[in-house]
């Protein structure tokens, strides 16, 4: 408990006094999710909105497929990218295993189900009747499509917030594709791990003051957007 | 009588196999007030939705201002743009009453200011006009959807049931407005009851409507006091018709 309480004291510091080692791990998560947050949502919504008002016979195949990805253990995207894009792999010639452009690649395979799949369910729970009801008022068939996704903003705003939860926090992918390797791709999760293994806990415990401080801040905005705060 | 702004000529709409409306022949006049009126599952709400086209007739088809369209005609957007439709359940936007007023305007490339302004007094929600609409009462939020609809200034409104489940107040306040759209600016007005009497009340002209055929076609005066059809008569005298 006193190793507890003395490393959060320590963070408090590290974080007060803007501990340059610290907070250039911060920086390269924010930058690295916050890409790959950008790809899946460039990608993820206009996908997940298609499906989501879409009447094609394979949108039941596409939809069971975007909810497994849903469900995609971190670590087996890890691998999968690894395998990818190491030497022998068909990605090999990229030269990205151990660069921050491999782990943005599987935090995009992570996020992007989540944000397609969360973005087409809120779609899908839009009112029918709105469709017509903006039409019957002239509305093009953009516009029509445009007033869905405004009347889904907070639906489409939690699969973003959630897509961000989903690889602000994880770790074994990151990891693996990586490699932790300090300065180039050592992020808050796994600069945790490893801190955690050598003693350092104090550094340990300030990562995951600002991760949970993060998850805090995306949570208020989210709330902020939905107009509910 | 004003020149036919709708020519209906074998118009029909099926789903699935099923016959929903037959229509021969039908012209409703510009600048009248023409009430559909029949039992539920009769085919007038699938009537007006063909009148908006917002659905494509099976077969038939609707001659709107001397351009006919049928099932496979794509209709104009400057066409479509010039009916719209009060619904029964008002589908309002996540926005204020303003927003959701202005609306129209809006897909028009329009601001209106000041036309919002006049409509949102009209409709006697002034004072909500920066109020969510969807947190407005079910008699408000259809004096939005009016609102909504008139601003843009139709040439045809379409109301589909749009008193059906409001009290009287907003009942009474929703016809004086109609009443006052088709005298003070001519706007032809479709309207799809089943309440006989409110038709007698609006309407110029009321037609009945049995399982998607149009039995009886009449000025309202005849249509409540003289009926041609043995099935009118019982259906203004309040007997169950079929």
């Known amino acids: 408990m ?116 969360l973005t087409m369910a809120a779609v899908q729970s839009v009112d029918p009747a709105l469709r017509v009801q903006v039409r019957s008022l002239g509305a093009t068939r953009w516009q029509e499509l445009w007033a ?3 009347e889904t903003r907070i639906g489409i705003v939690a699969a973003i917030v959630a897509g961000f939860g989903g690889i602000i926090s994880e770790v074994g992918a990151v990891m693996l594709v990586g490699g932790n390797i300090e300065g180039k791709t050592r992020v808050l999760t796994t600069a945790i791990v490893l801190n955690t293994r050598t003693g350092e806990f104090a550094l340990a415990i300030a990562l995951g003051v600002v991760l949970l401080a993060l998850a805090f801040v995306a949570n208020v905005a989210m709330l902020r957007l939905q107009g509910r705060t | 009588m004003s020149e036919p702004i709708y020519q209906i000529e074998n118009l029909k709409k099926e789903y699935t196999g099923r016959v929903v409306v037959d229509i021969e022949r039908l012209e409703i006049y510009a600048g009248e007030i023409f009430a559909v009126v029949g039992p539920s599952g009769a085919g007038k709400s699938t009537l007006l939705r063909m009148l908006n086209f917002l659905e494509t007739p099976t077969s038939g088809h609707i001659v709107y201002r001397g351009r006919t369209f049928g099932k496979n005609g794509d209709v104009p957007l400057e066409v479509r743009r010039q009916a719209t439709t009060v619904f029964q359940r008002p ?82 306040l929703i016809e004086d407005i109609v009443r006052e759209q088709n005298r003070t600016r001519g706007t032809t007005i479709v309207l799809v009851t089943h309440n006989v009497f409110q038709a007698k009340r609006l309407a110029h002209r009321v037609g009945l409507m049995l399982s998607g055929r149009l039995i009886e076609v009449s000025d309202t005066s005849s249509f409540f006091d003289s009926p041609s059809d043995a099935r009118t008569a019982a259906f203004v005298r309040g007997e169950m018709v079929y």
């Not at chain 1, 890890?78 to 894009?85: A, W």
């Not at chain 2, 006009?129 to 259809?142: C, D, P, V």
Request: aromatic share 8%.
């Open chain 2, 91 to 172: 589908v309002l936007l996540r926005a204020s009453v303003r927003d959701n007023v202005a609306y129209g305007l809006r897909l028009r490339g329009e601001r209106g200011d000041g036309r919002v302004d006049e409509f949102l007094a009209r409709v006697g929600l002034d004072a909500f006009a920066r109020a969510s609409a969807t947190k407005l009462s079910g008699g408000e939020m259809q004096r939005v959807a009016l609102a909504r609809a008139l601003v843009i200034e139709p040439t045809v409104l379409l109301l589909d049931e749009p008193t059906a489940n409001l009290d009287p107040y907003n009942v009474g």
């Open chain 1, 2 to 117: 006193d190793e507890l309480t003395r490393g959060f004291f320590q963070a408090i510091n590290l974080i007060l006094s803007a501990d340059p080692a610290l907070f250039e791990i911060v920086w390269l998560s924010l930058r690295v999710s916050g890409v790959a947050l950008a790809i899946s949502t460039t990608l993820g919504v206009p996908i997940g909105a298609a499906l989501g008002l879409s009447r094609l016979r394979v949108r039941g195949l596409v939809t069971a497929l975007l909810y497994t990805g849903m469900g995609l253990p971190p670590v087996v995207v890890g691998l999968f990218v690894y395998l990818m894009l190491s030497r022998s792999g068909p990605f090999g010639m990229l030269s990205w295993l151990f660069t921050s452009s491999a782990m943005i690649v599987a935090q995009v395979i992570i996020a992007f189900p989540l944000v397609a799949g």
């Open chain 1, 148 to 150: 869905v996704l405004c």
